[in-house]
């Protein structure tokens, strides 16, 4: 009995699977949930953000200057997520040849890009009035930059091979040694030098906030990962559109709209 | 002869024989350091105040530049793709390949920066640790230069891009590498950095092939 049902469910998923590596089908389903990510993100960054500018206790230290906090912390654990995604994709490109993956290796790219420079910009912003300098060669704020060095090679190396297929590949090989090189640095730079104050979340202690205080910035981790939920599968299906455009479904689509 | 030991012949006998692509970035090596000597002044304490990030960066650059030869003439003749089609298992092939490059790059660095610590006025007490970070933290540098070499190798114009993968790669060697000279000249034991060295070689020796195969497999296809 129990195994039928588990033989089913692993049927279940391995068809789930296949069926991911249609992008026809990706492009079809994806629609609701693009804008289910994108109403949450709206509201919860919305809600974190003026929750946090506006109604968050001052900190007594740094008093209000503490408050790019909420922009800062999201931009700079989502970017190196989006890393960790890329290397994850470039696994199931390299293993499966699955073509959604080599598109989620380009369209994560830009918003990965960006927010690492926005958490390397609000980071020197809340460095001027908290230590006293825009930029400072601190642990953090070093592998920040060292993050955003890696994007600007996945891009590069993108745009320097001409045949998609190929420079995807490429992109996917490069992004999986990032990803396996990424704890190493973050090691390396935390043991030069550490100047920055630790996490504000970590998985396993309580924060060393009162809730006032981490409640919006938590939920503005949250809409950040929303936004770029979001982000990800509107580039996506962009994208397929781009890439799939010789397919009878797409010239079908095409002609639907434009009549 | 094992698969492993005639790669390694070959590759030496080749690299033996043209000896511009070993001599090149030893001597960019020490115009560099030149360089560096003539814009500070030449003033033994900045020198000597500089002198292991001096030559650990320039060491990563040198190996940067020797890097790019790596692949381009097997590449170029066809032999690159013998090998991946013939050599059973082809990163063991490629592994020798990478090693003897080590040896005439990191290996051949490692040595003539005992000359180099001593025209940057480096203290005598702290060449051991240049030389031990070097010679322990360079065959990673060609490890995993040798990823960004097989994944530019088909491109015409790879060399900045080349640096531009690979150098971010380098950061922890270096900060190992330069803040074990810098710790021992503030007399601080440095034993755990050469560990960590040792370490990021030893991945890279046990990963970086694999990478290397899947990237030139890649750049063959194009």
Redesign the interface.
């Known amino acids: 009995m129990s195994m039928s049902a588990s033989l089913s469910v692993s049927q279940s998923l391995k068809a789930w699977w296949h069926k991911l590596g249609s992008p026809r089908w990706f492009y079809e389903i994806s629609g609701p949930w693009q804008r289910l990510f994108g109403v949450l993100a709206l509201v919860l960054l919305v809600t974190g953000t003026v929750w946090g500018l506006a109604f968050a206790p001052q900190d007594y230290q740094q008093g209000n200057s503490f408050r790019i906090m909420y922009v800062h912390v999201p931009t700079a654990i989502v970017s190196q997520s989006v890393y960790m995604l890329m290397g994850a994709a470039g696994l199931v490109l390299l293993v499966w040849r699955m073509k959604l993956a080599d598109m989620v290796l380009s369209a994560a790219v830009p918003f990965g890009m960006s927010m690492t420079a926005c958490a390397l910009f609000t980071g020197a912003v809340w460095g001027k009035p908290t230590w006293g300098a825009w930029w400072v060669w601190d642990a953090r704020t070093t592998s920040m930059l060292v993050l955003l060095f890696l994007y600007f090679g996945l891009y590069a190396l993108r745009q320097a091979i001409p045949r998609e297929e190929t420079a995807g590949r490429a992109c996917a090989v490069l992004a999986l040694v990032g990803t396996v090189n990424i704890p190493i640095i973050k090691y390396s730079v935390n043991w030069w030098l550490t100047l920055h104050q630790p996490a504000s979340f970590t998985l396993t202690g309580a924060p060393s906030m009162p809730p006032s205080m981490w409640v919006p910035l938590l939920i503005n981790v949250l809409g950040i990962y929303c936004l770029f939920a979001a982000n990800l599968i509107g580039r996506l299906k962009l994208t397929i559109l781009e890439r799939e455009r010789n397919t009878q479904w797409v010239r079908a689509l095409v002609r639907e709209v434009s009549a | 002869m094992s698969l492993f030991a005639v790669q390694l012949r070959r590759e030496w006998l080749l690299l033996v024989q043209s000896s511009e692509e070993i001599l090149n970035p030893l001597v960019f090596l020490f115009l560099a350091i030149t360089l560096f000597a003539l814009a500070t002044g030449g003033g033994p304490d900045t020198l000597q105040a500089i002198a292991p990030a001096v030559i650990w960066v320039l060491v990563l650059l040198a190996n940067l530049l020797s890097l790019e030869g790596l692949f381009r003439r097997d590449f170029e003749d066809g032999t690159l793709e013998q090998l991946l089609l013939k050599a059973e298992p082809a990163f063991l092939a490629l592994t020798a390949k990478i090693l003897v490059h080590w040896t005439f790059s990191g290996l051949a660095m490692t040595v003539l920066a005992a000359v180099a610590a001593l025209i940057l006025y480096l203290p005598v007490s702290s060449l051991g640790t240049l030389l031990i970070s070097l010679l322990v933290g360079t065959p990673a540098l060609s490890l995993?230069g040798a990823?960004g070499a097989a994944?530019?190798v088909?491109?015409k114009?790879?060399g900045v891009?080349l640096a531009?993968?690979v150098?971010?790669?380098y950061?922890?060697v270096l900060?190992?590498g330069a803040?074990a000279v810098l710790e021992q000249m503030a007399g601080i034991e440095t034993r755990a950095q050469i560990y960590?060295l040792g370490v990021?070689s030893m991945a890279s020796l046990t990963?970086a092939p694999f990478?290397v195969q899947?990237?030139l497999r890649?750049?063959l296809?194009?």
């Open positions: 995993i990823v994944l530019t088909g491109l114009r790879g891009l531009l993968l150098l971010p790669l950061v922890p900060i190992f803040g960590w990021i990963l990478a899947a990237a890649v750049s296809e194009q």
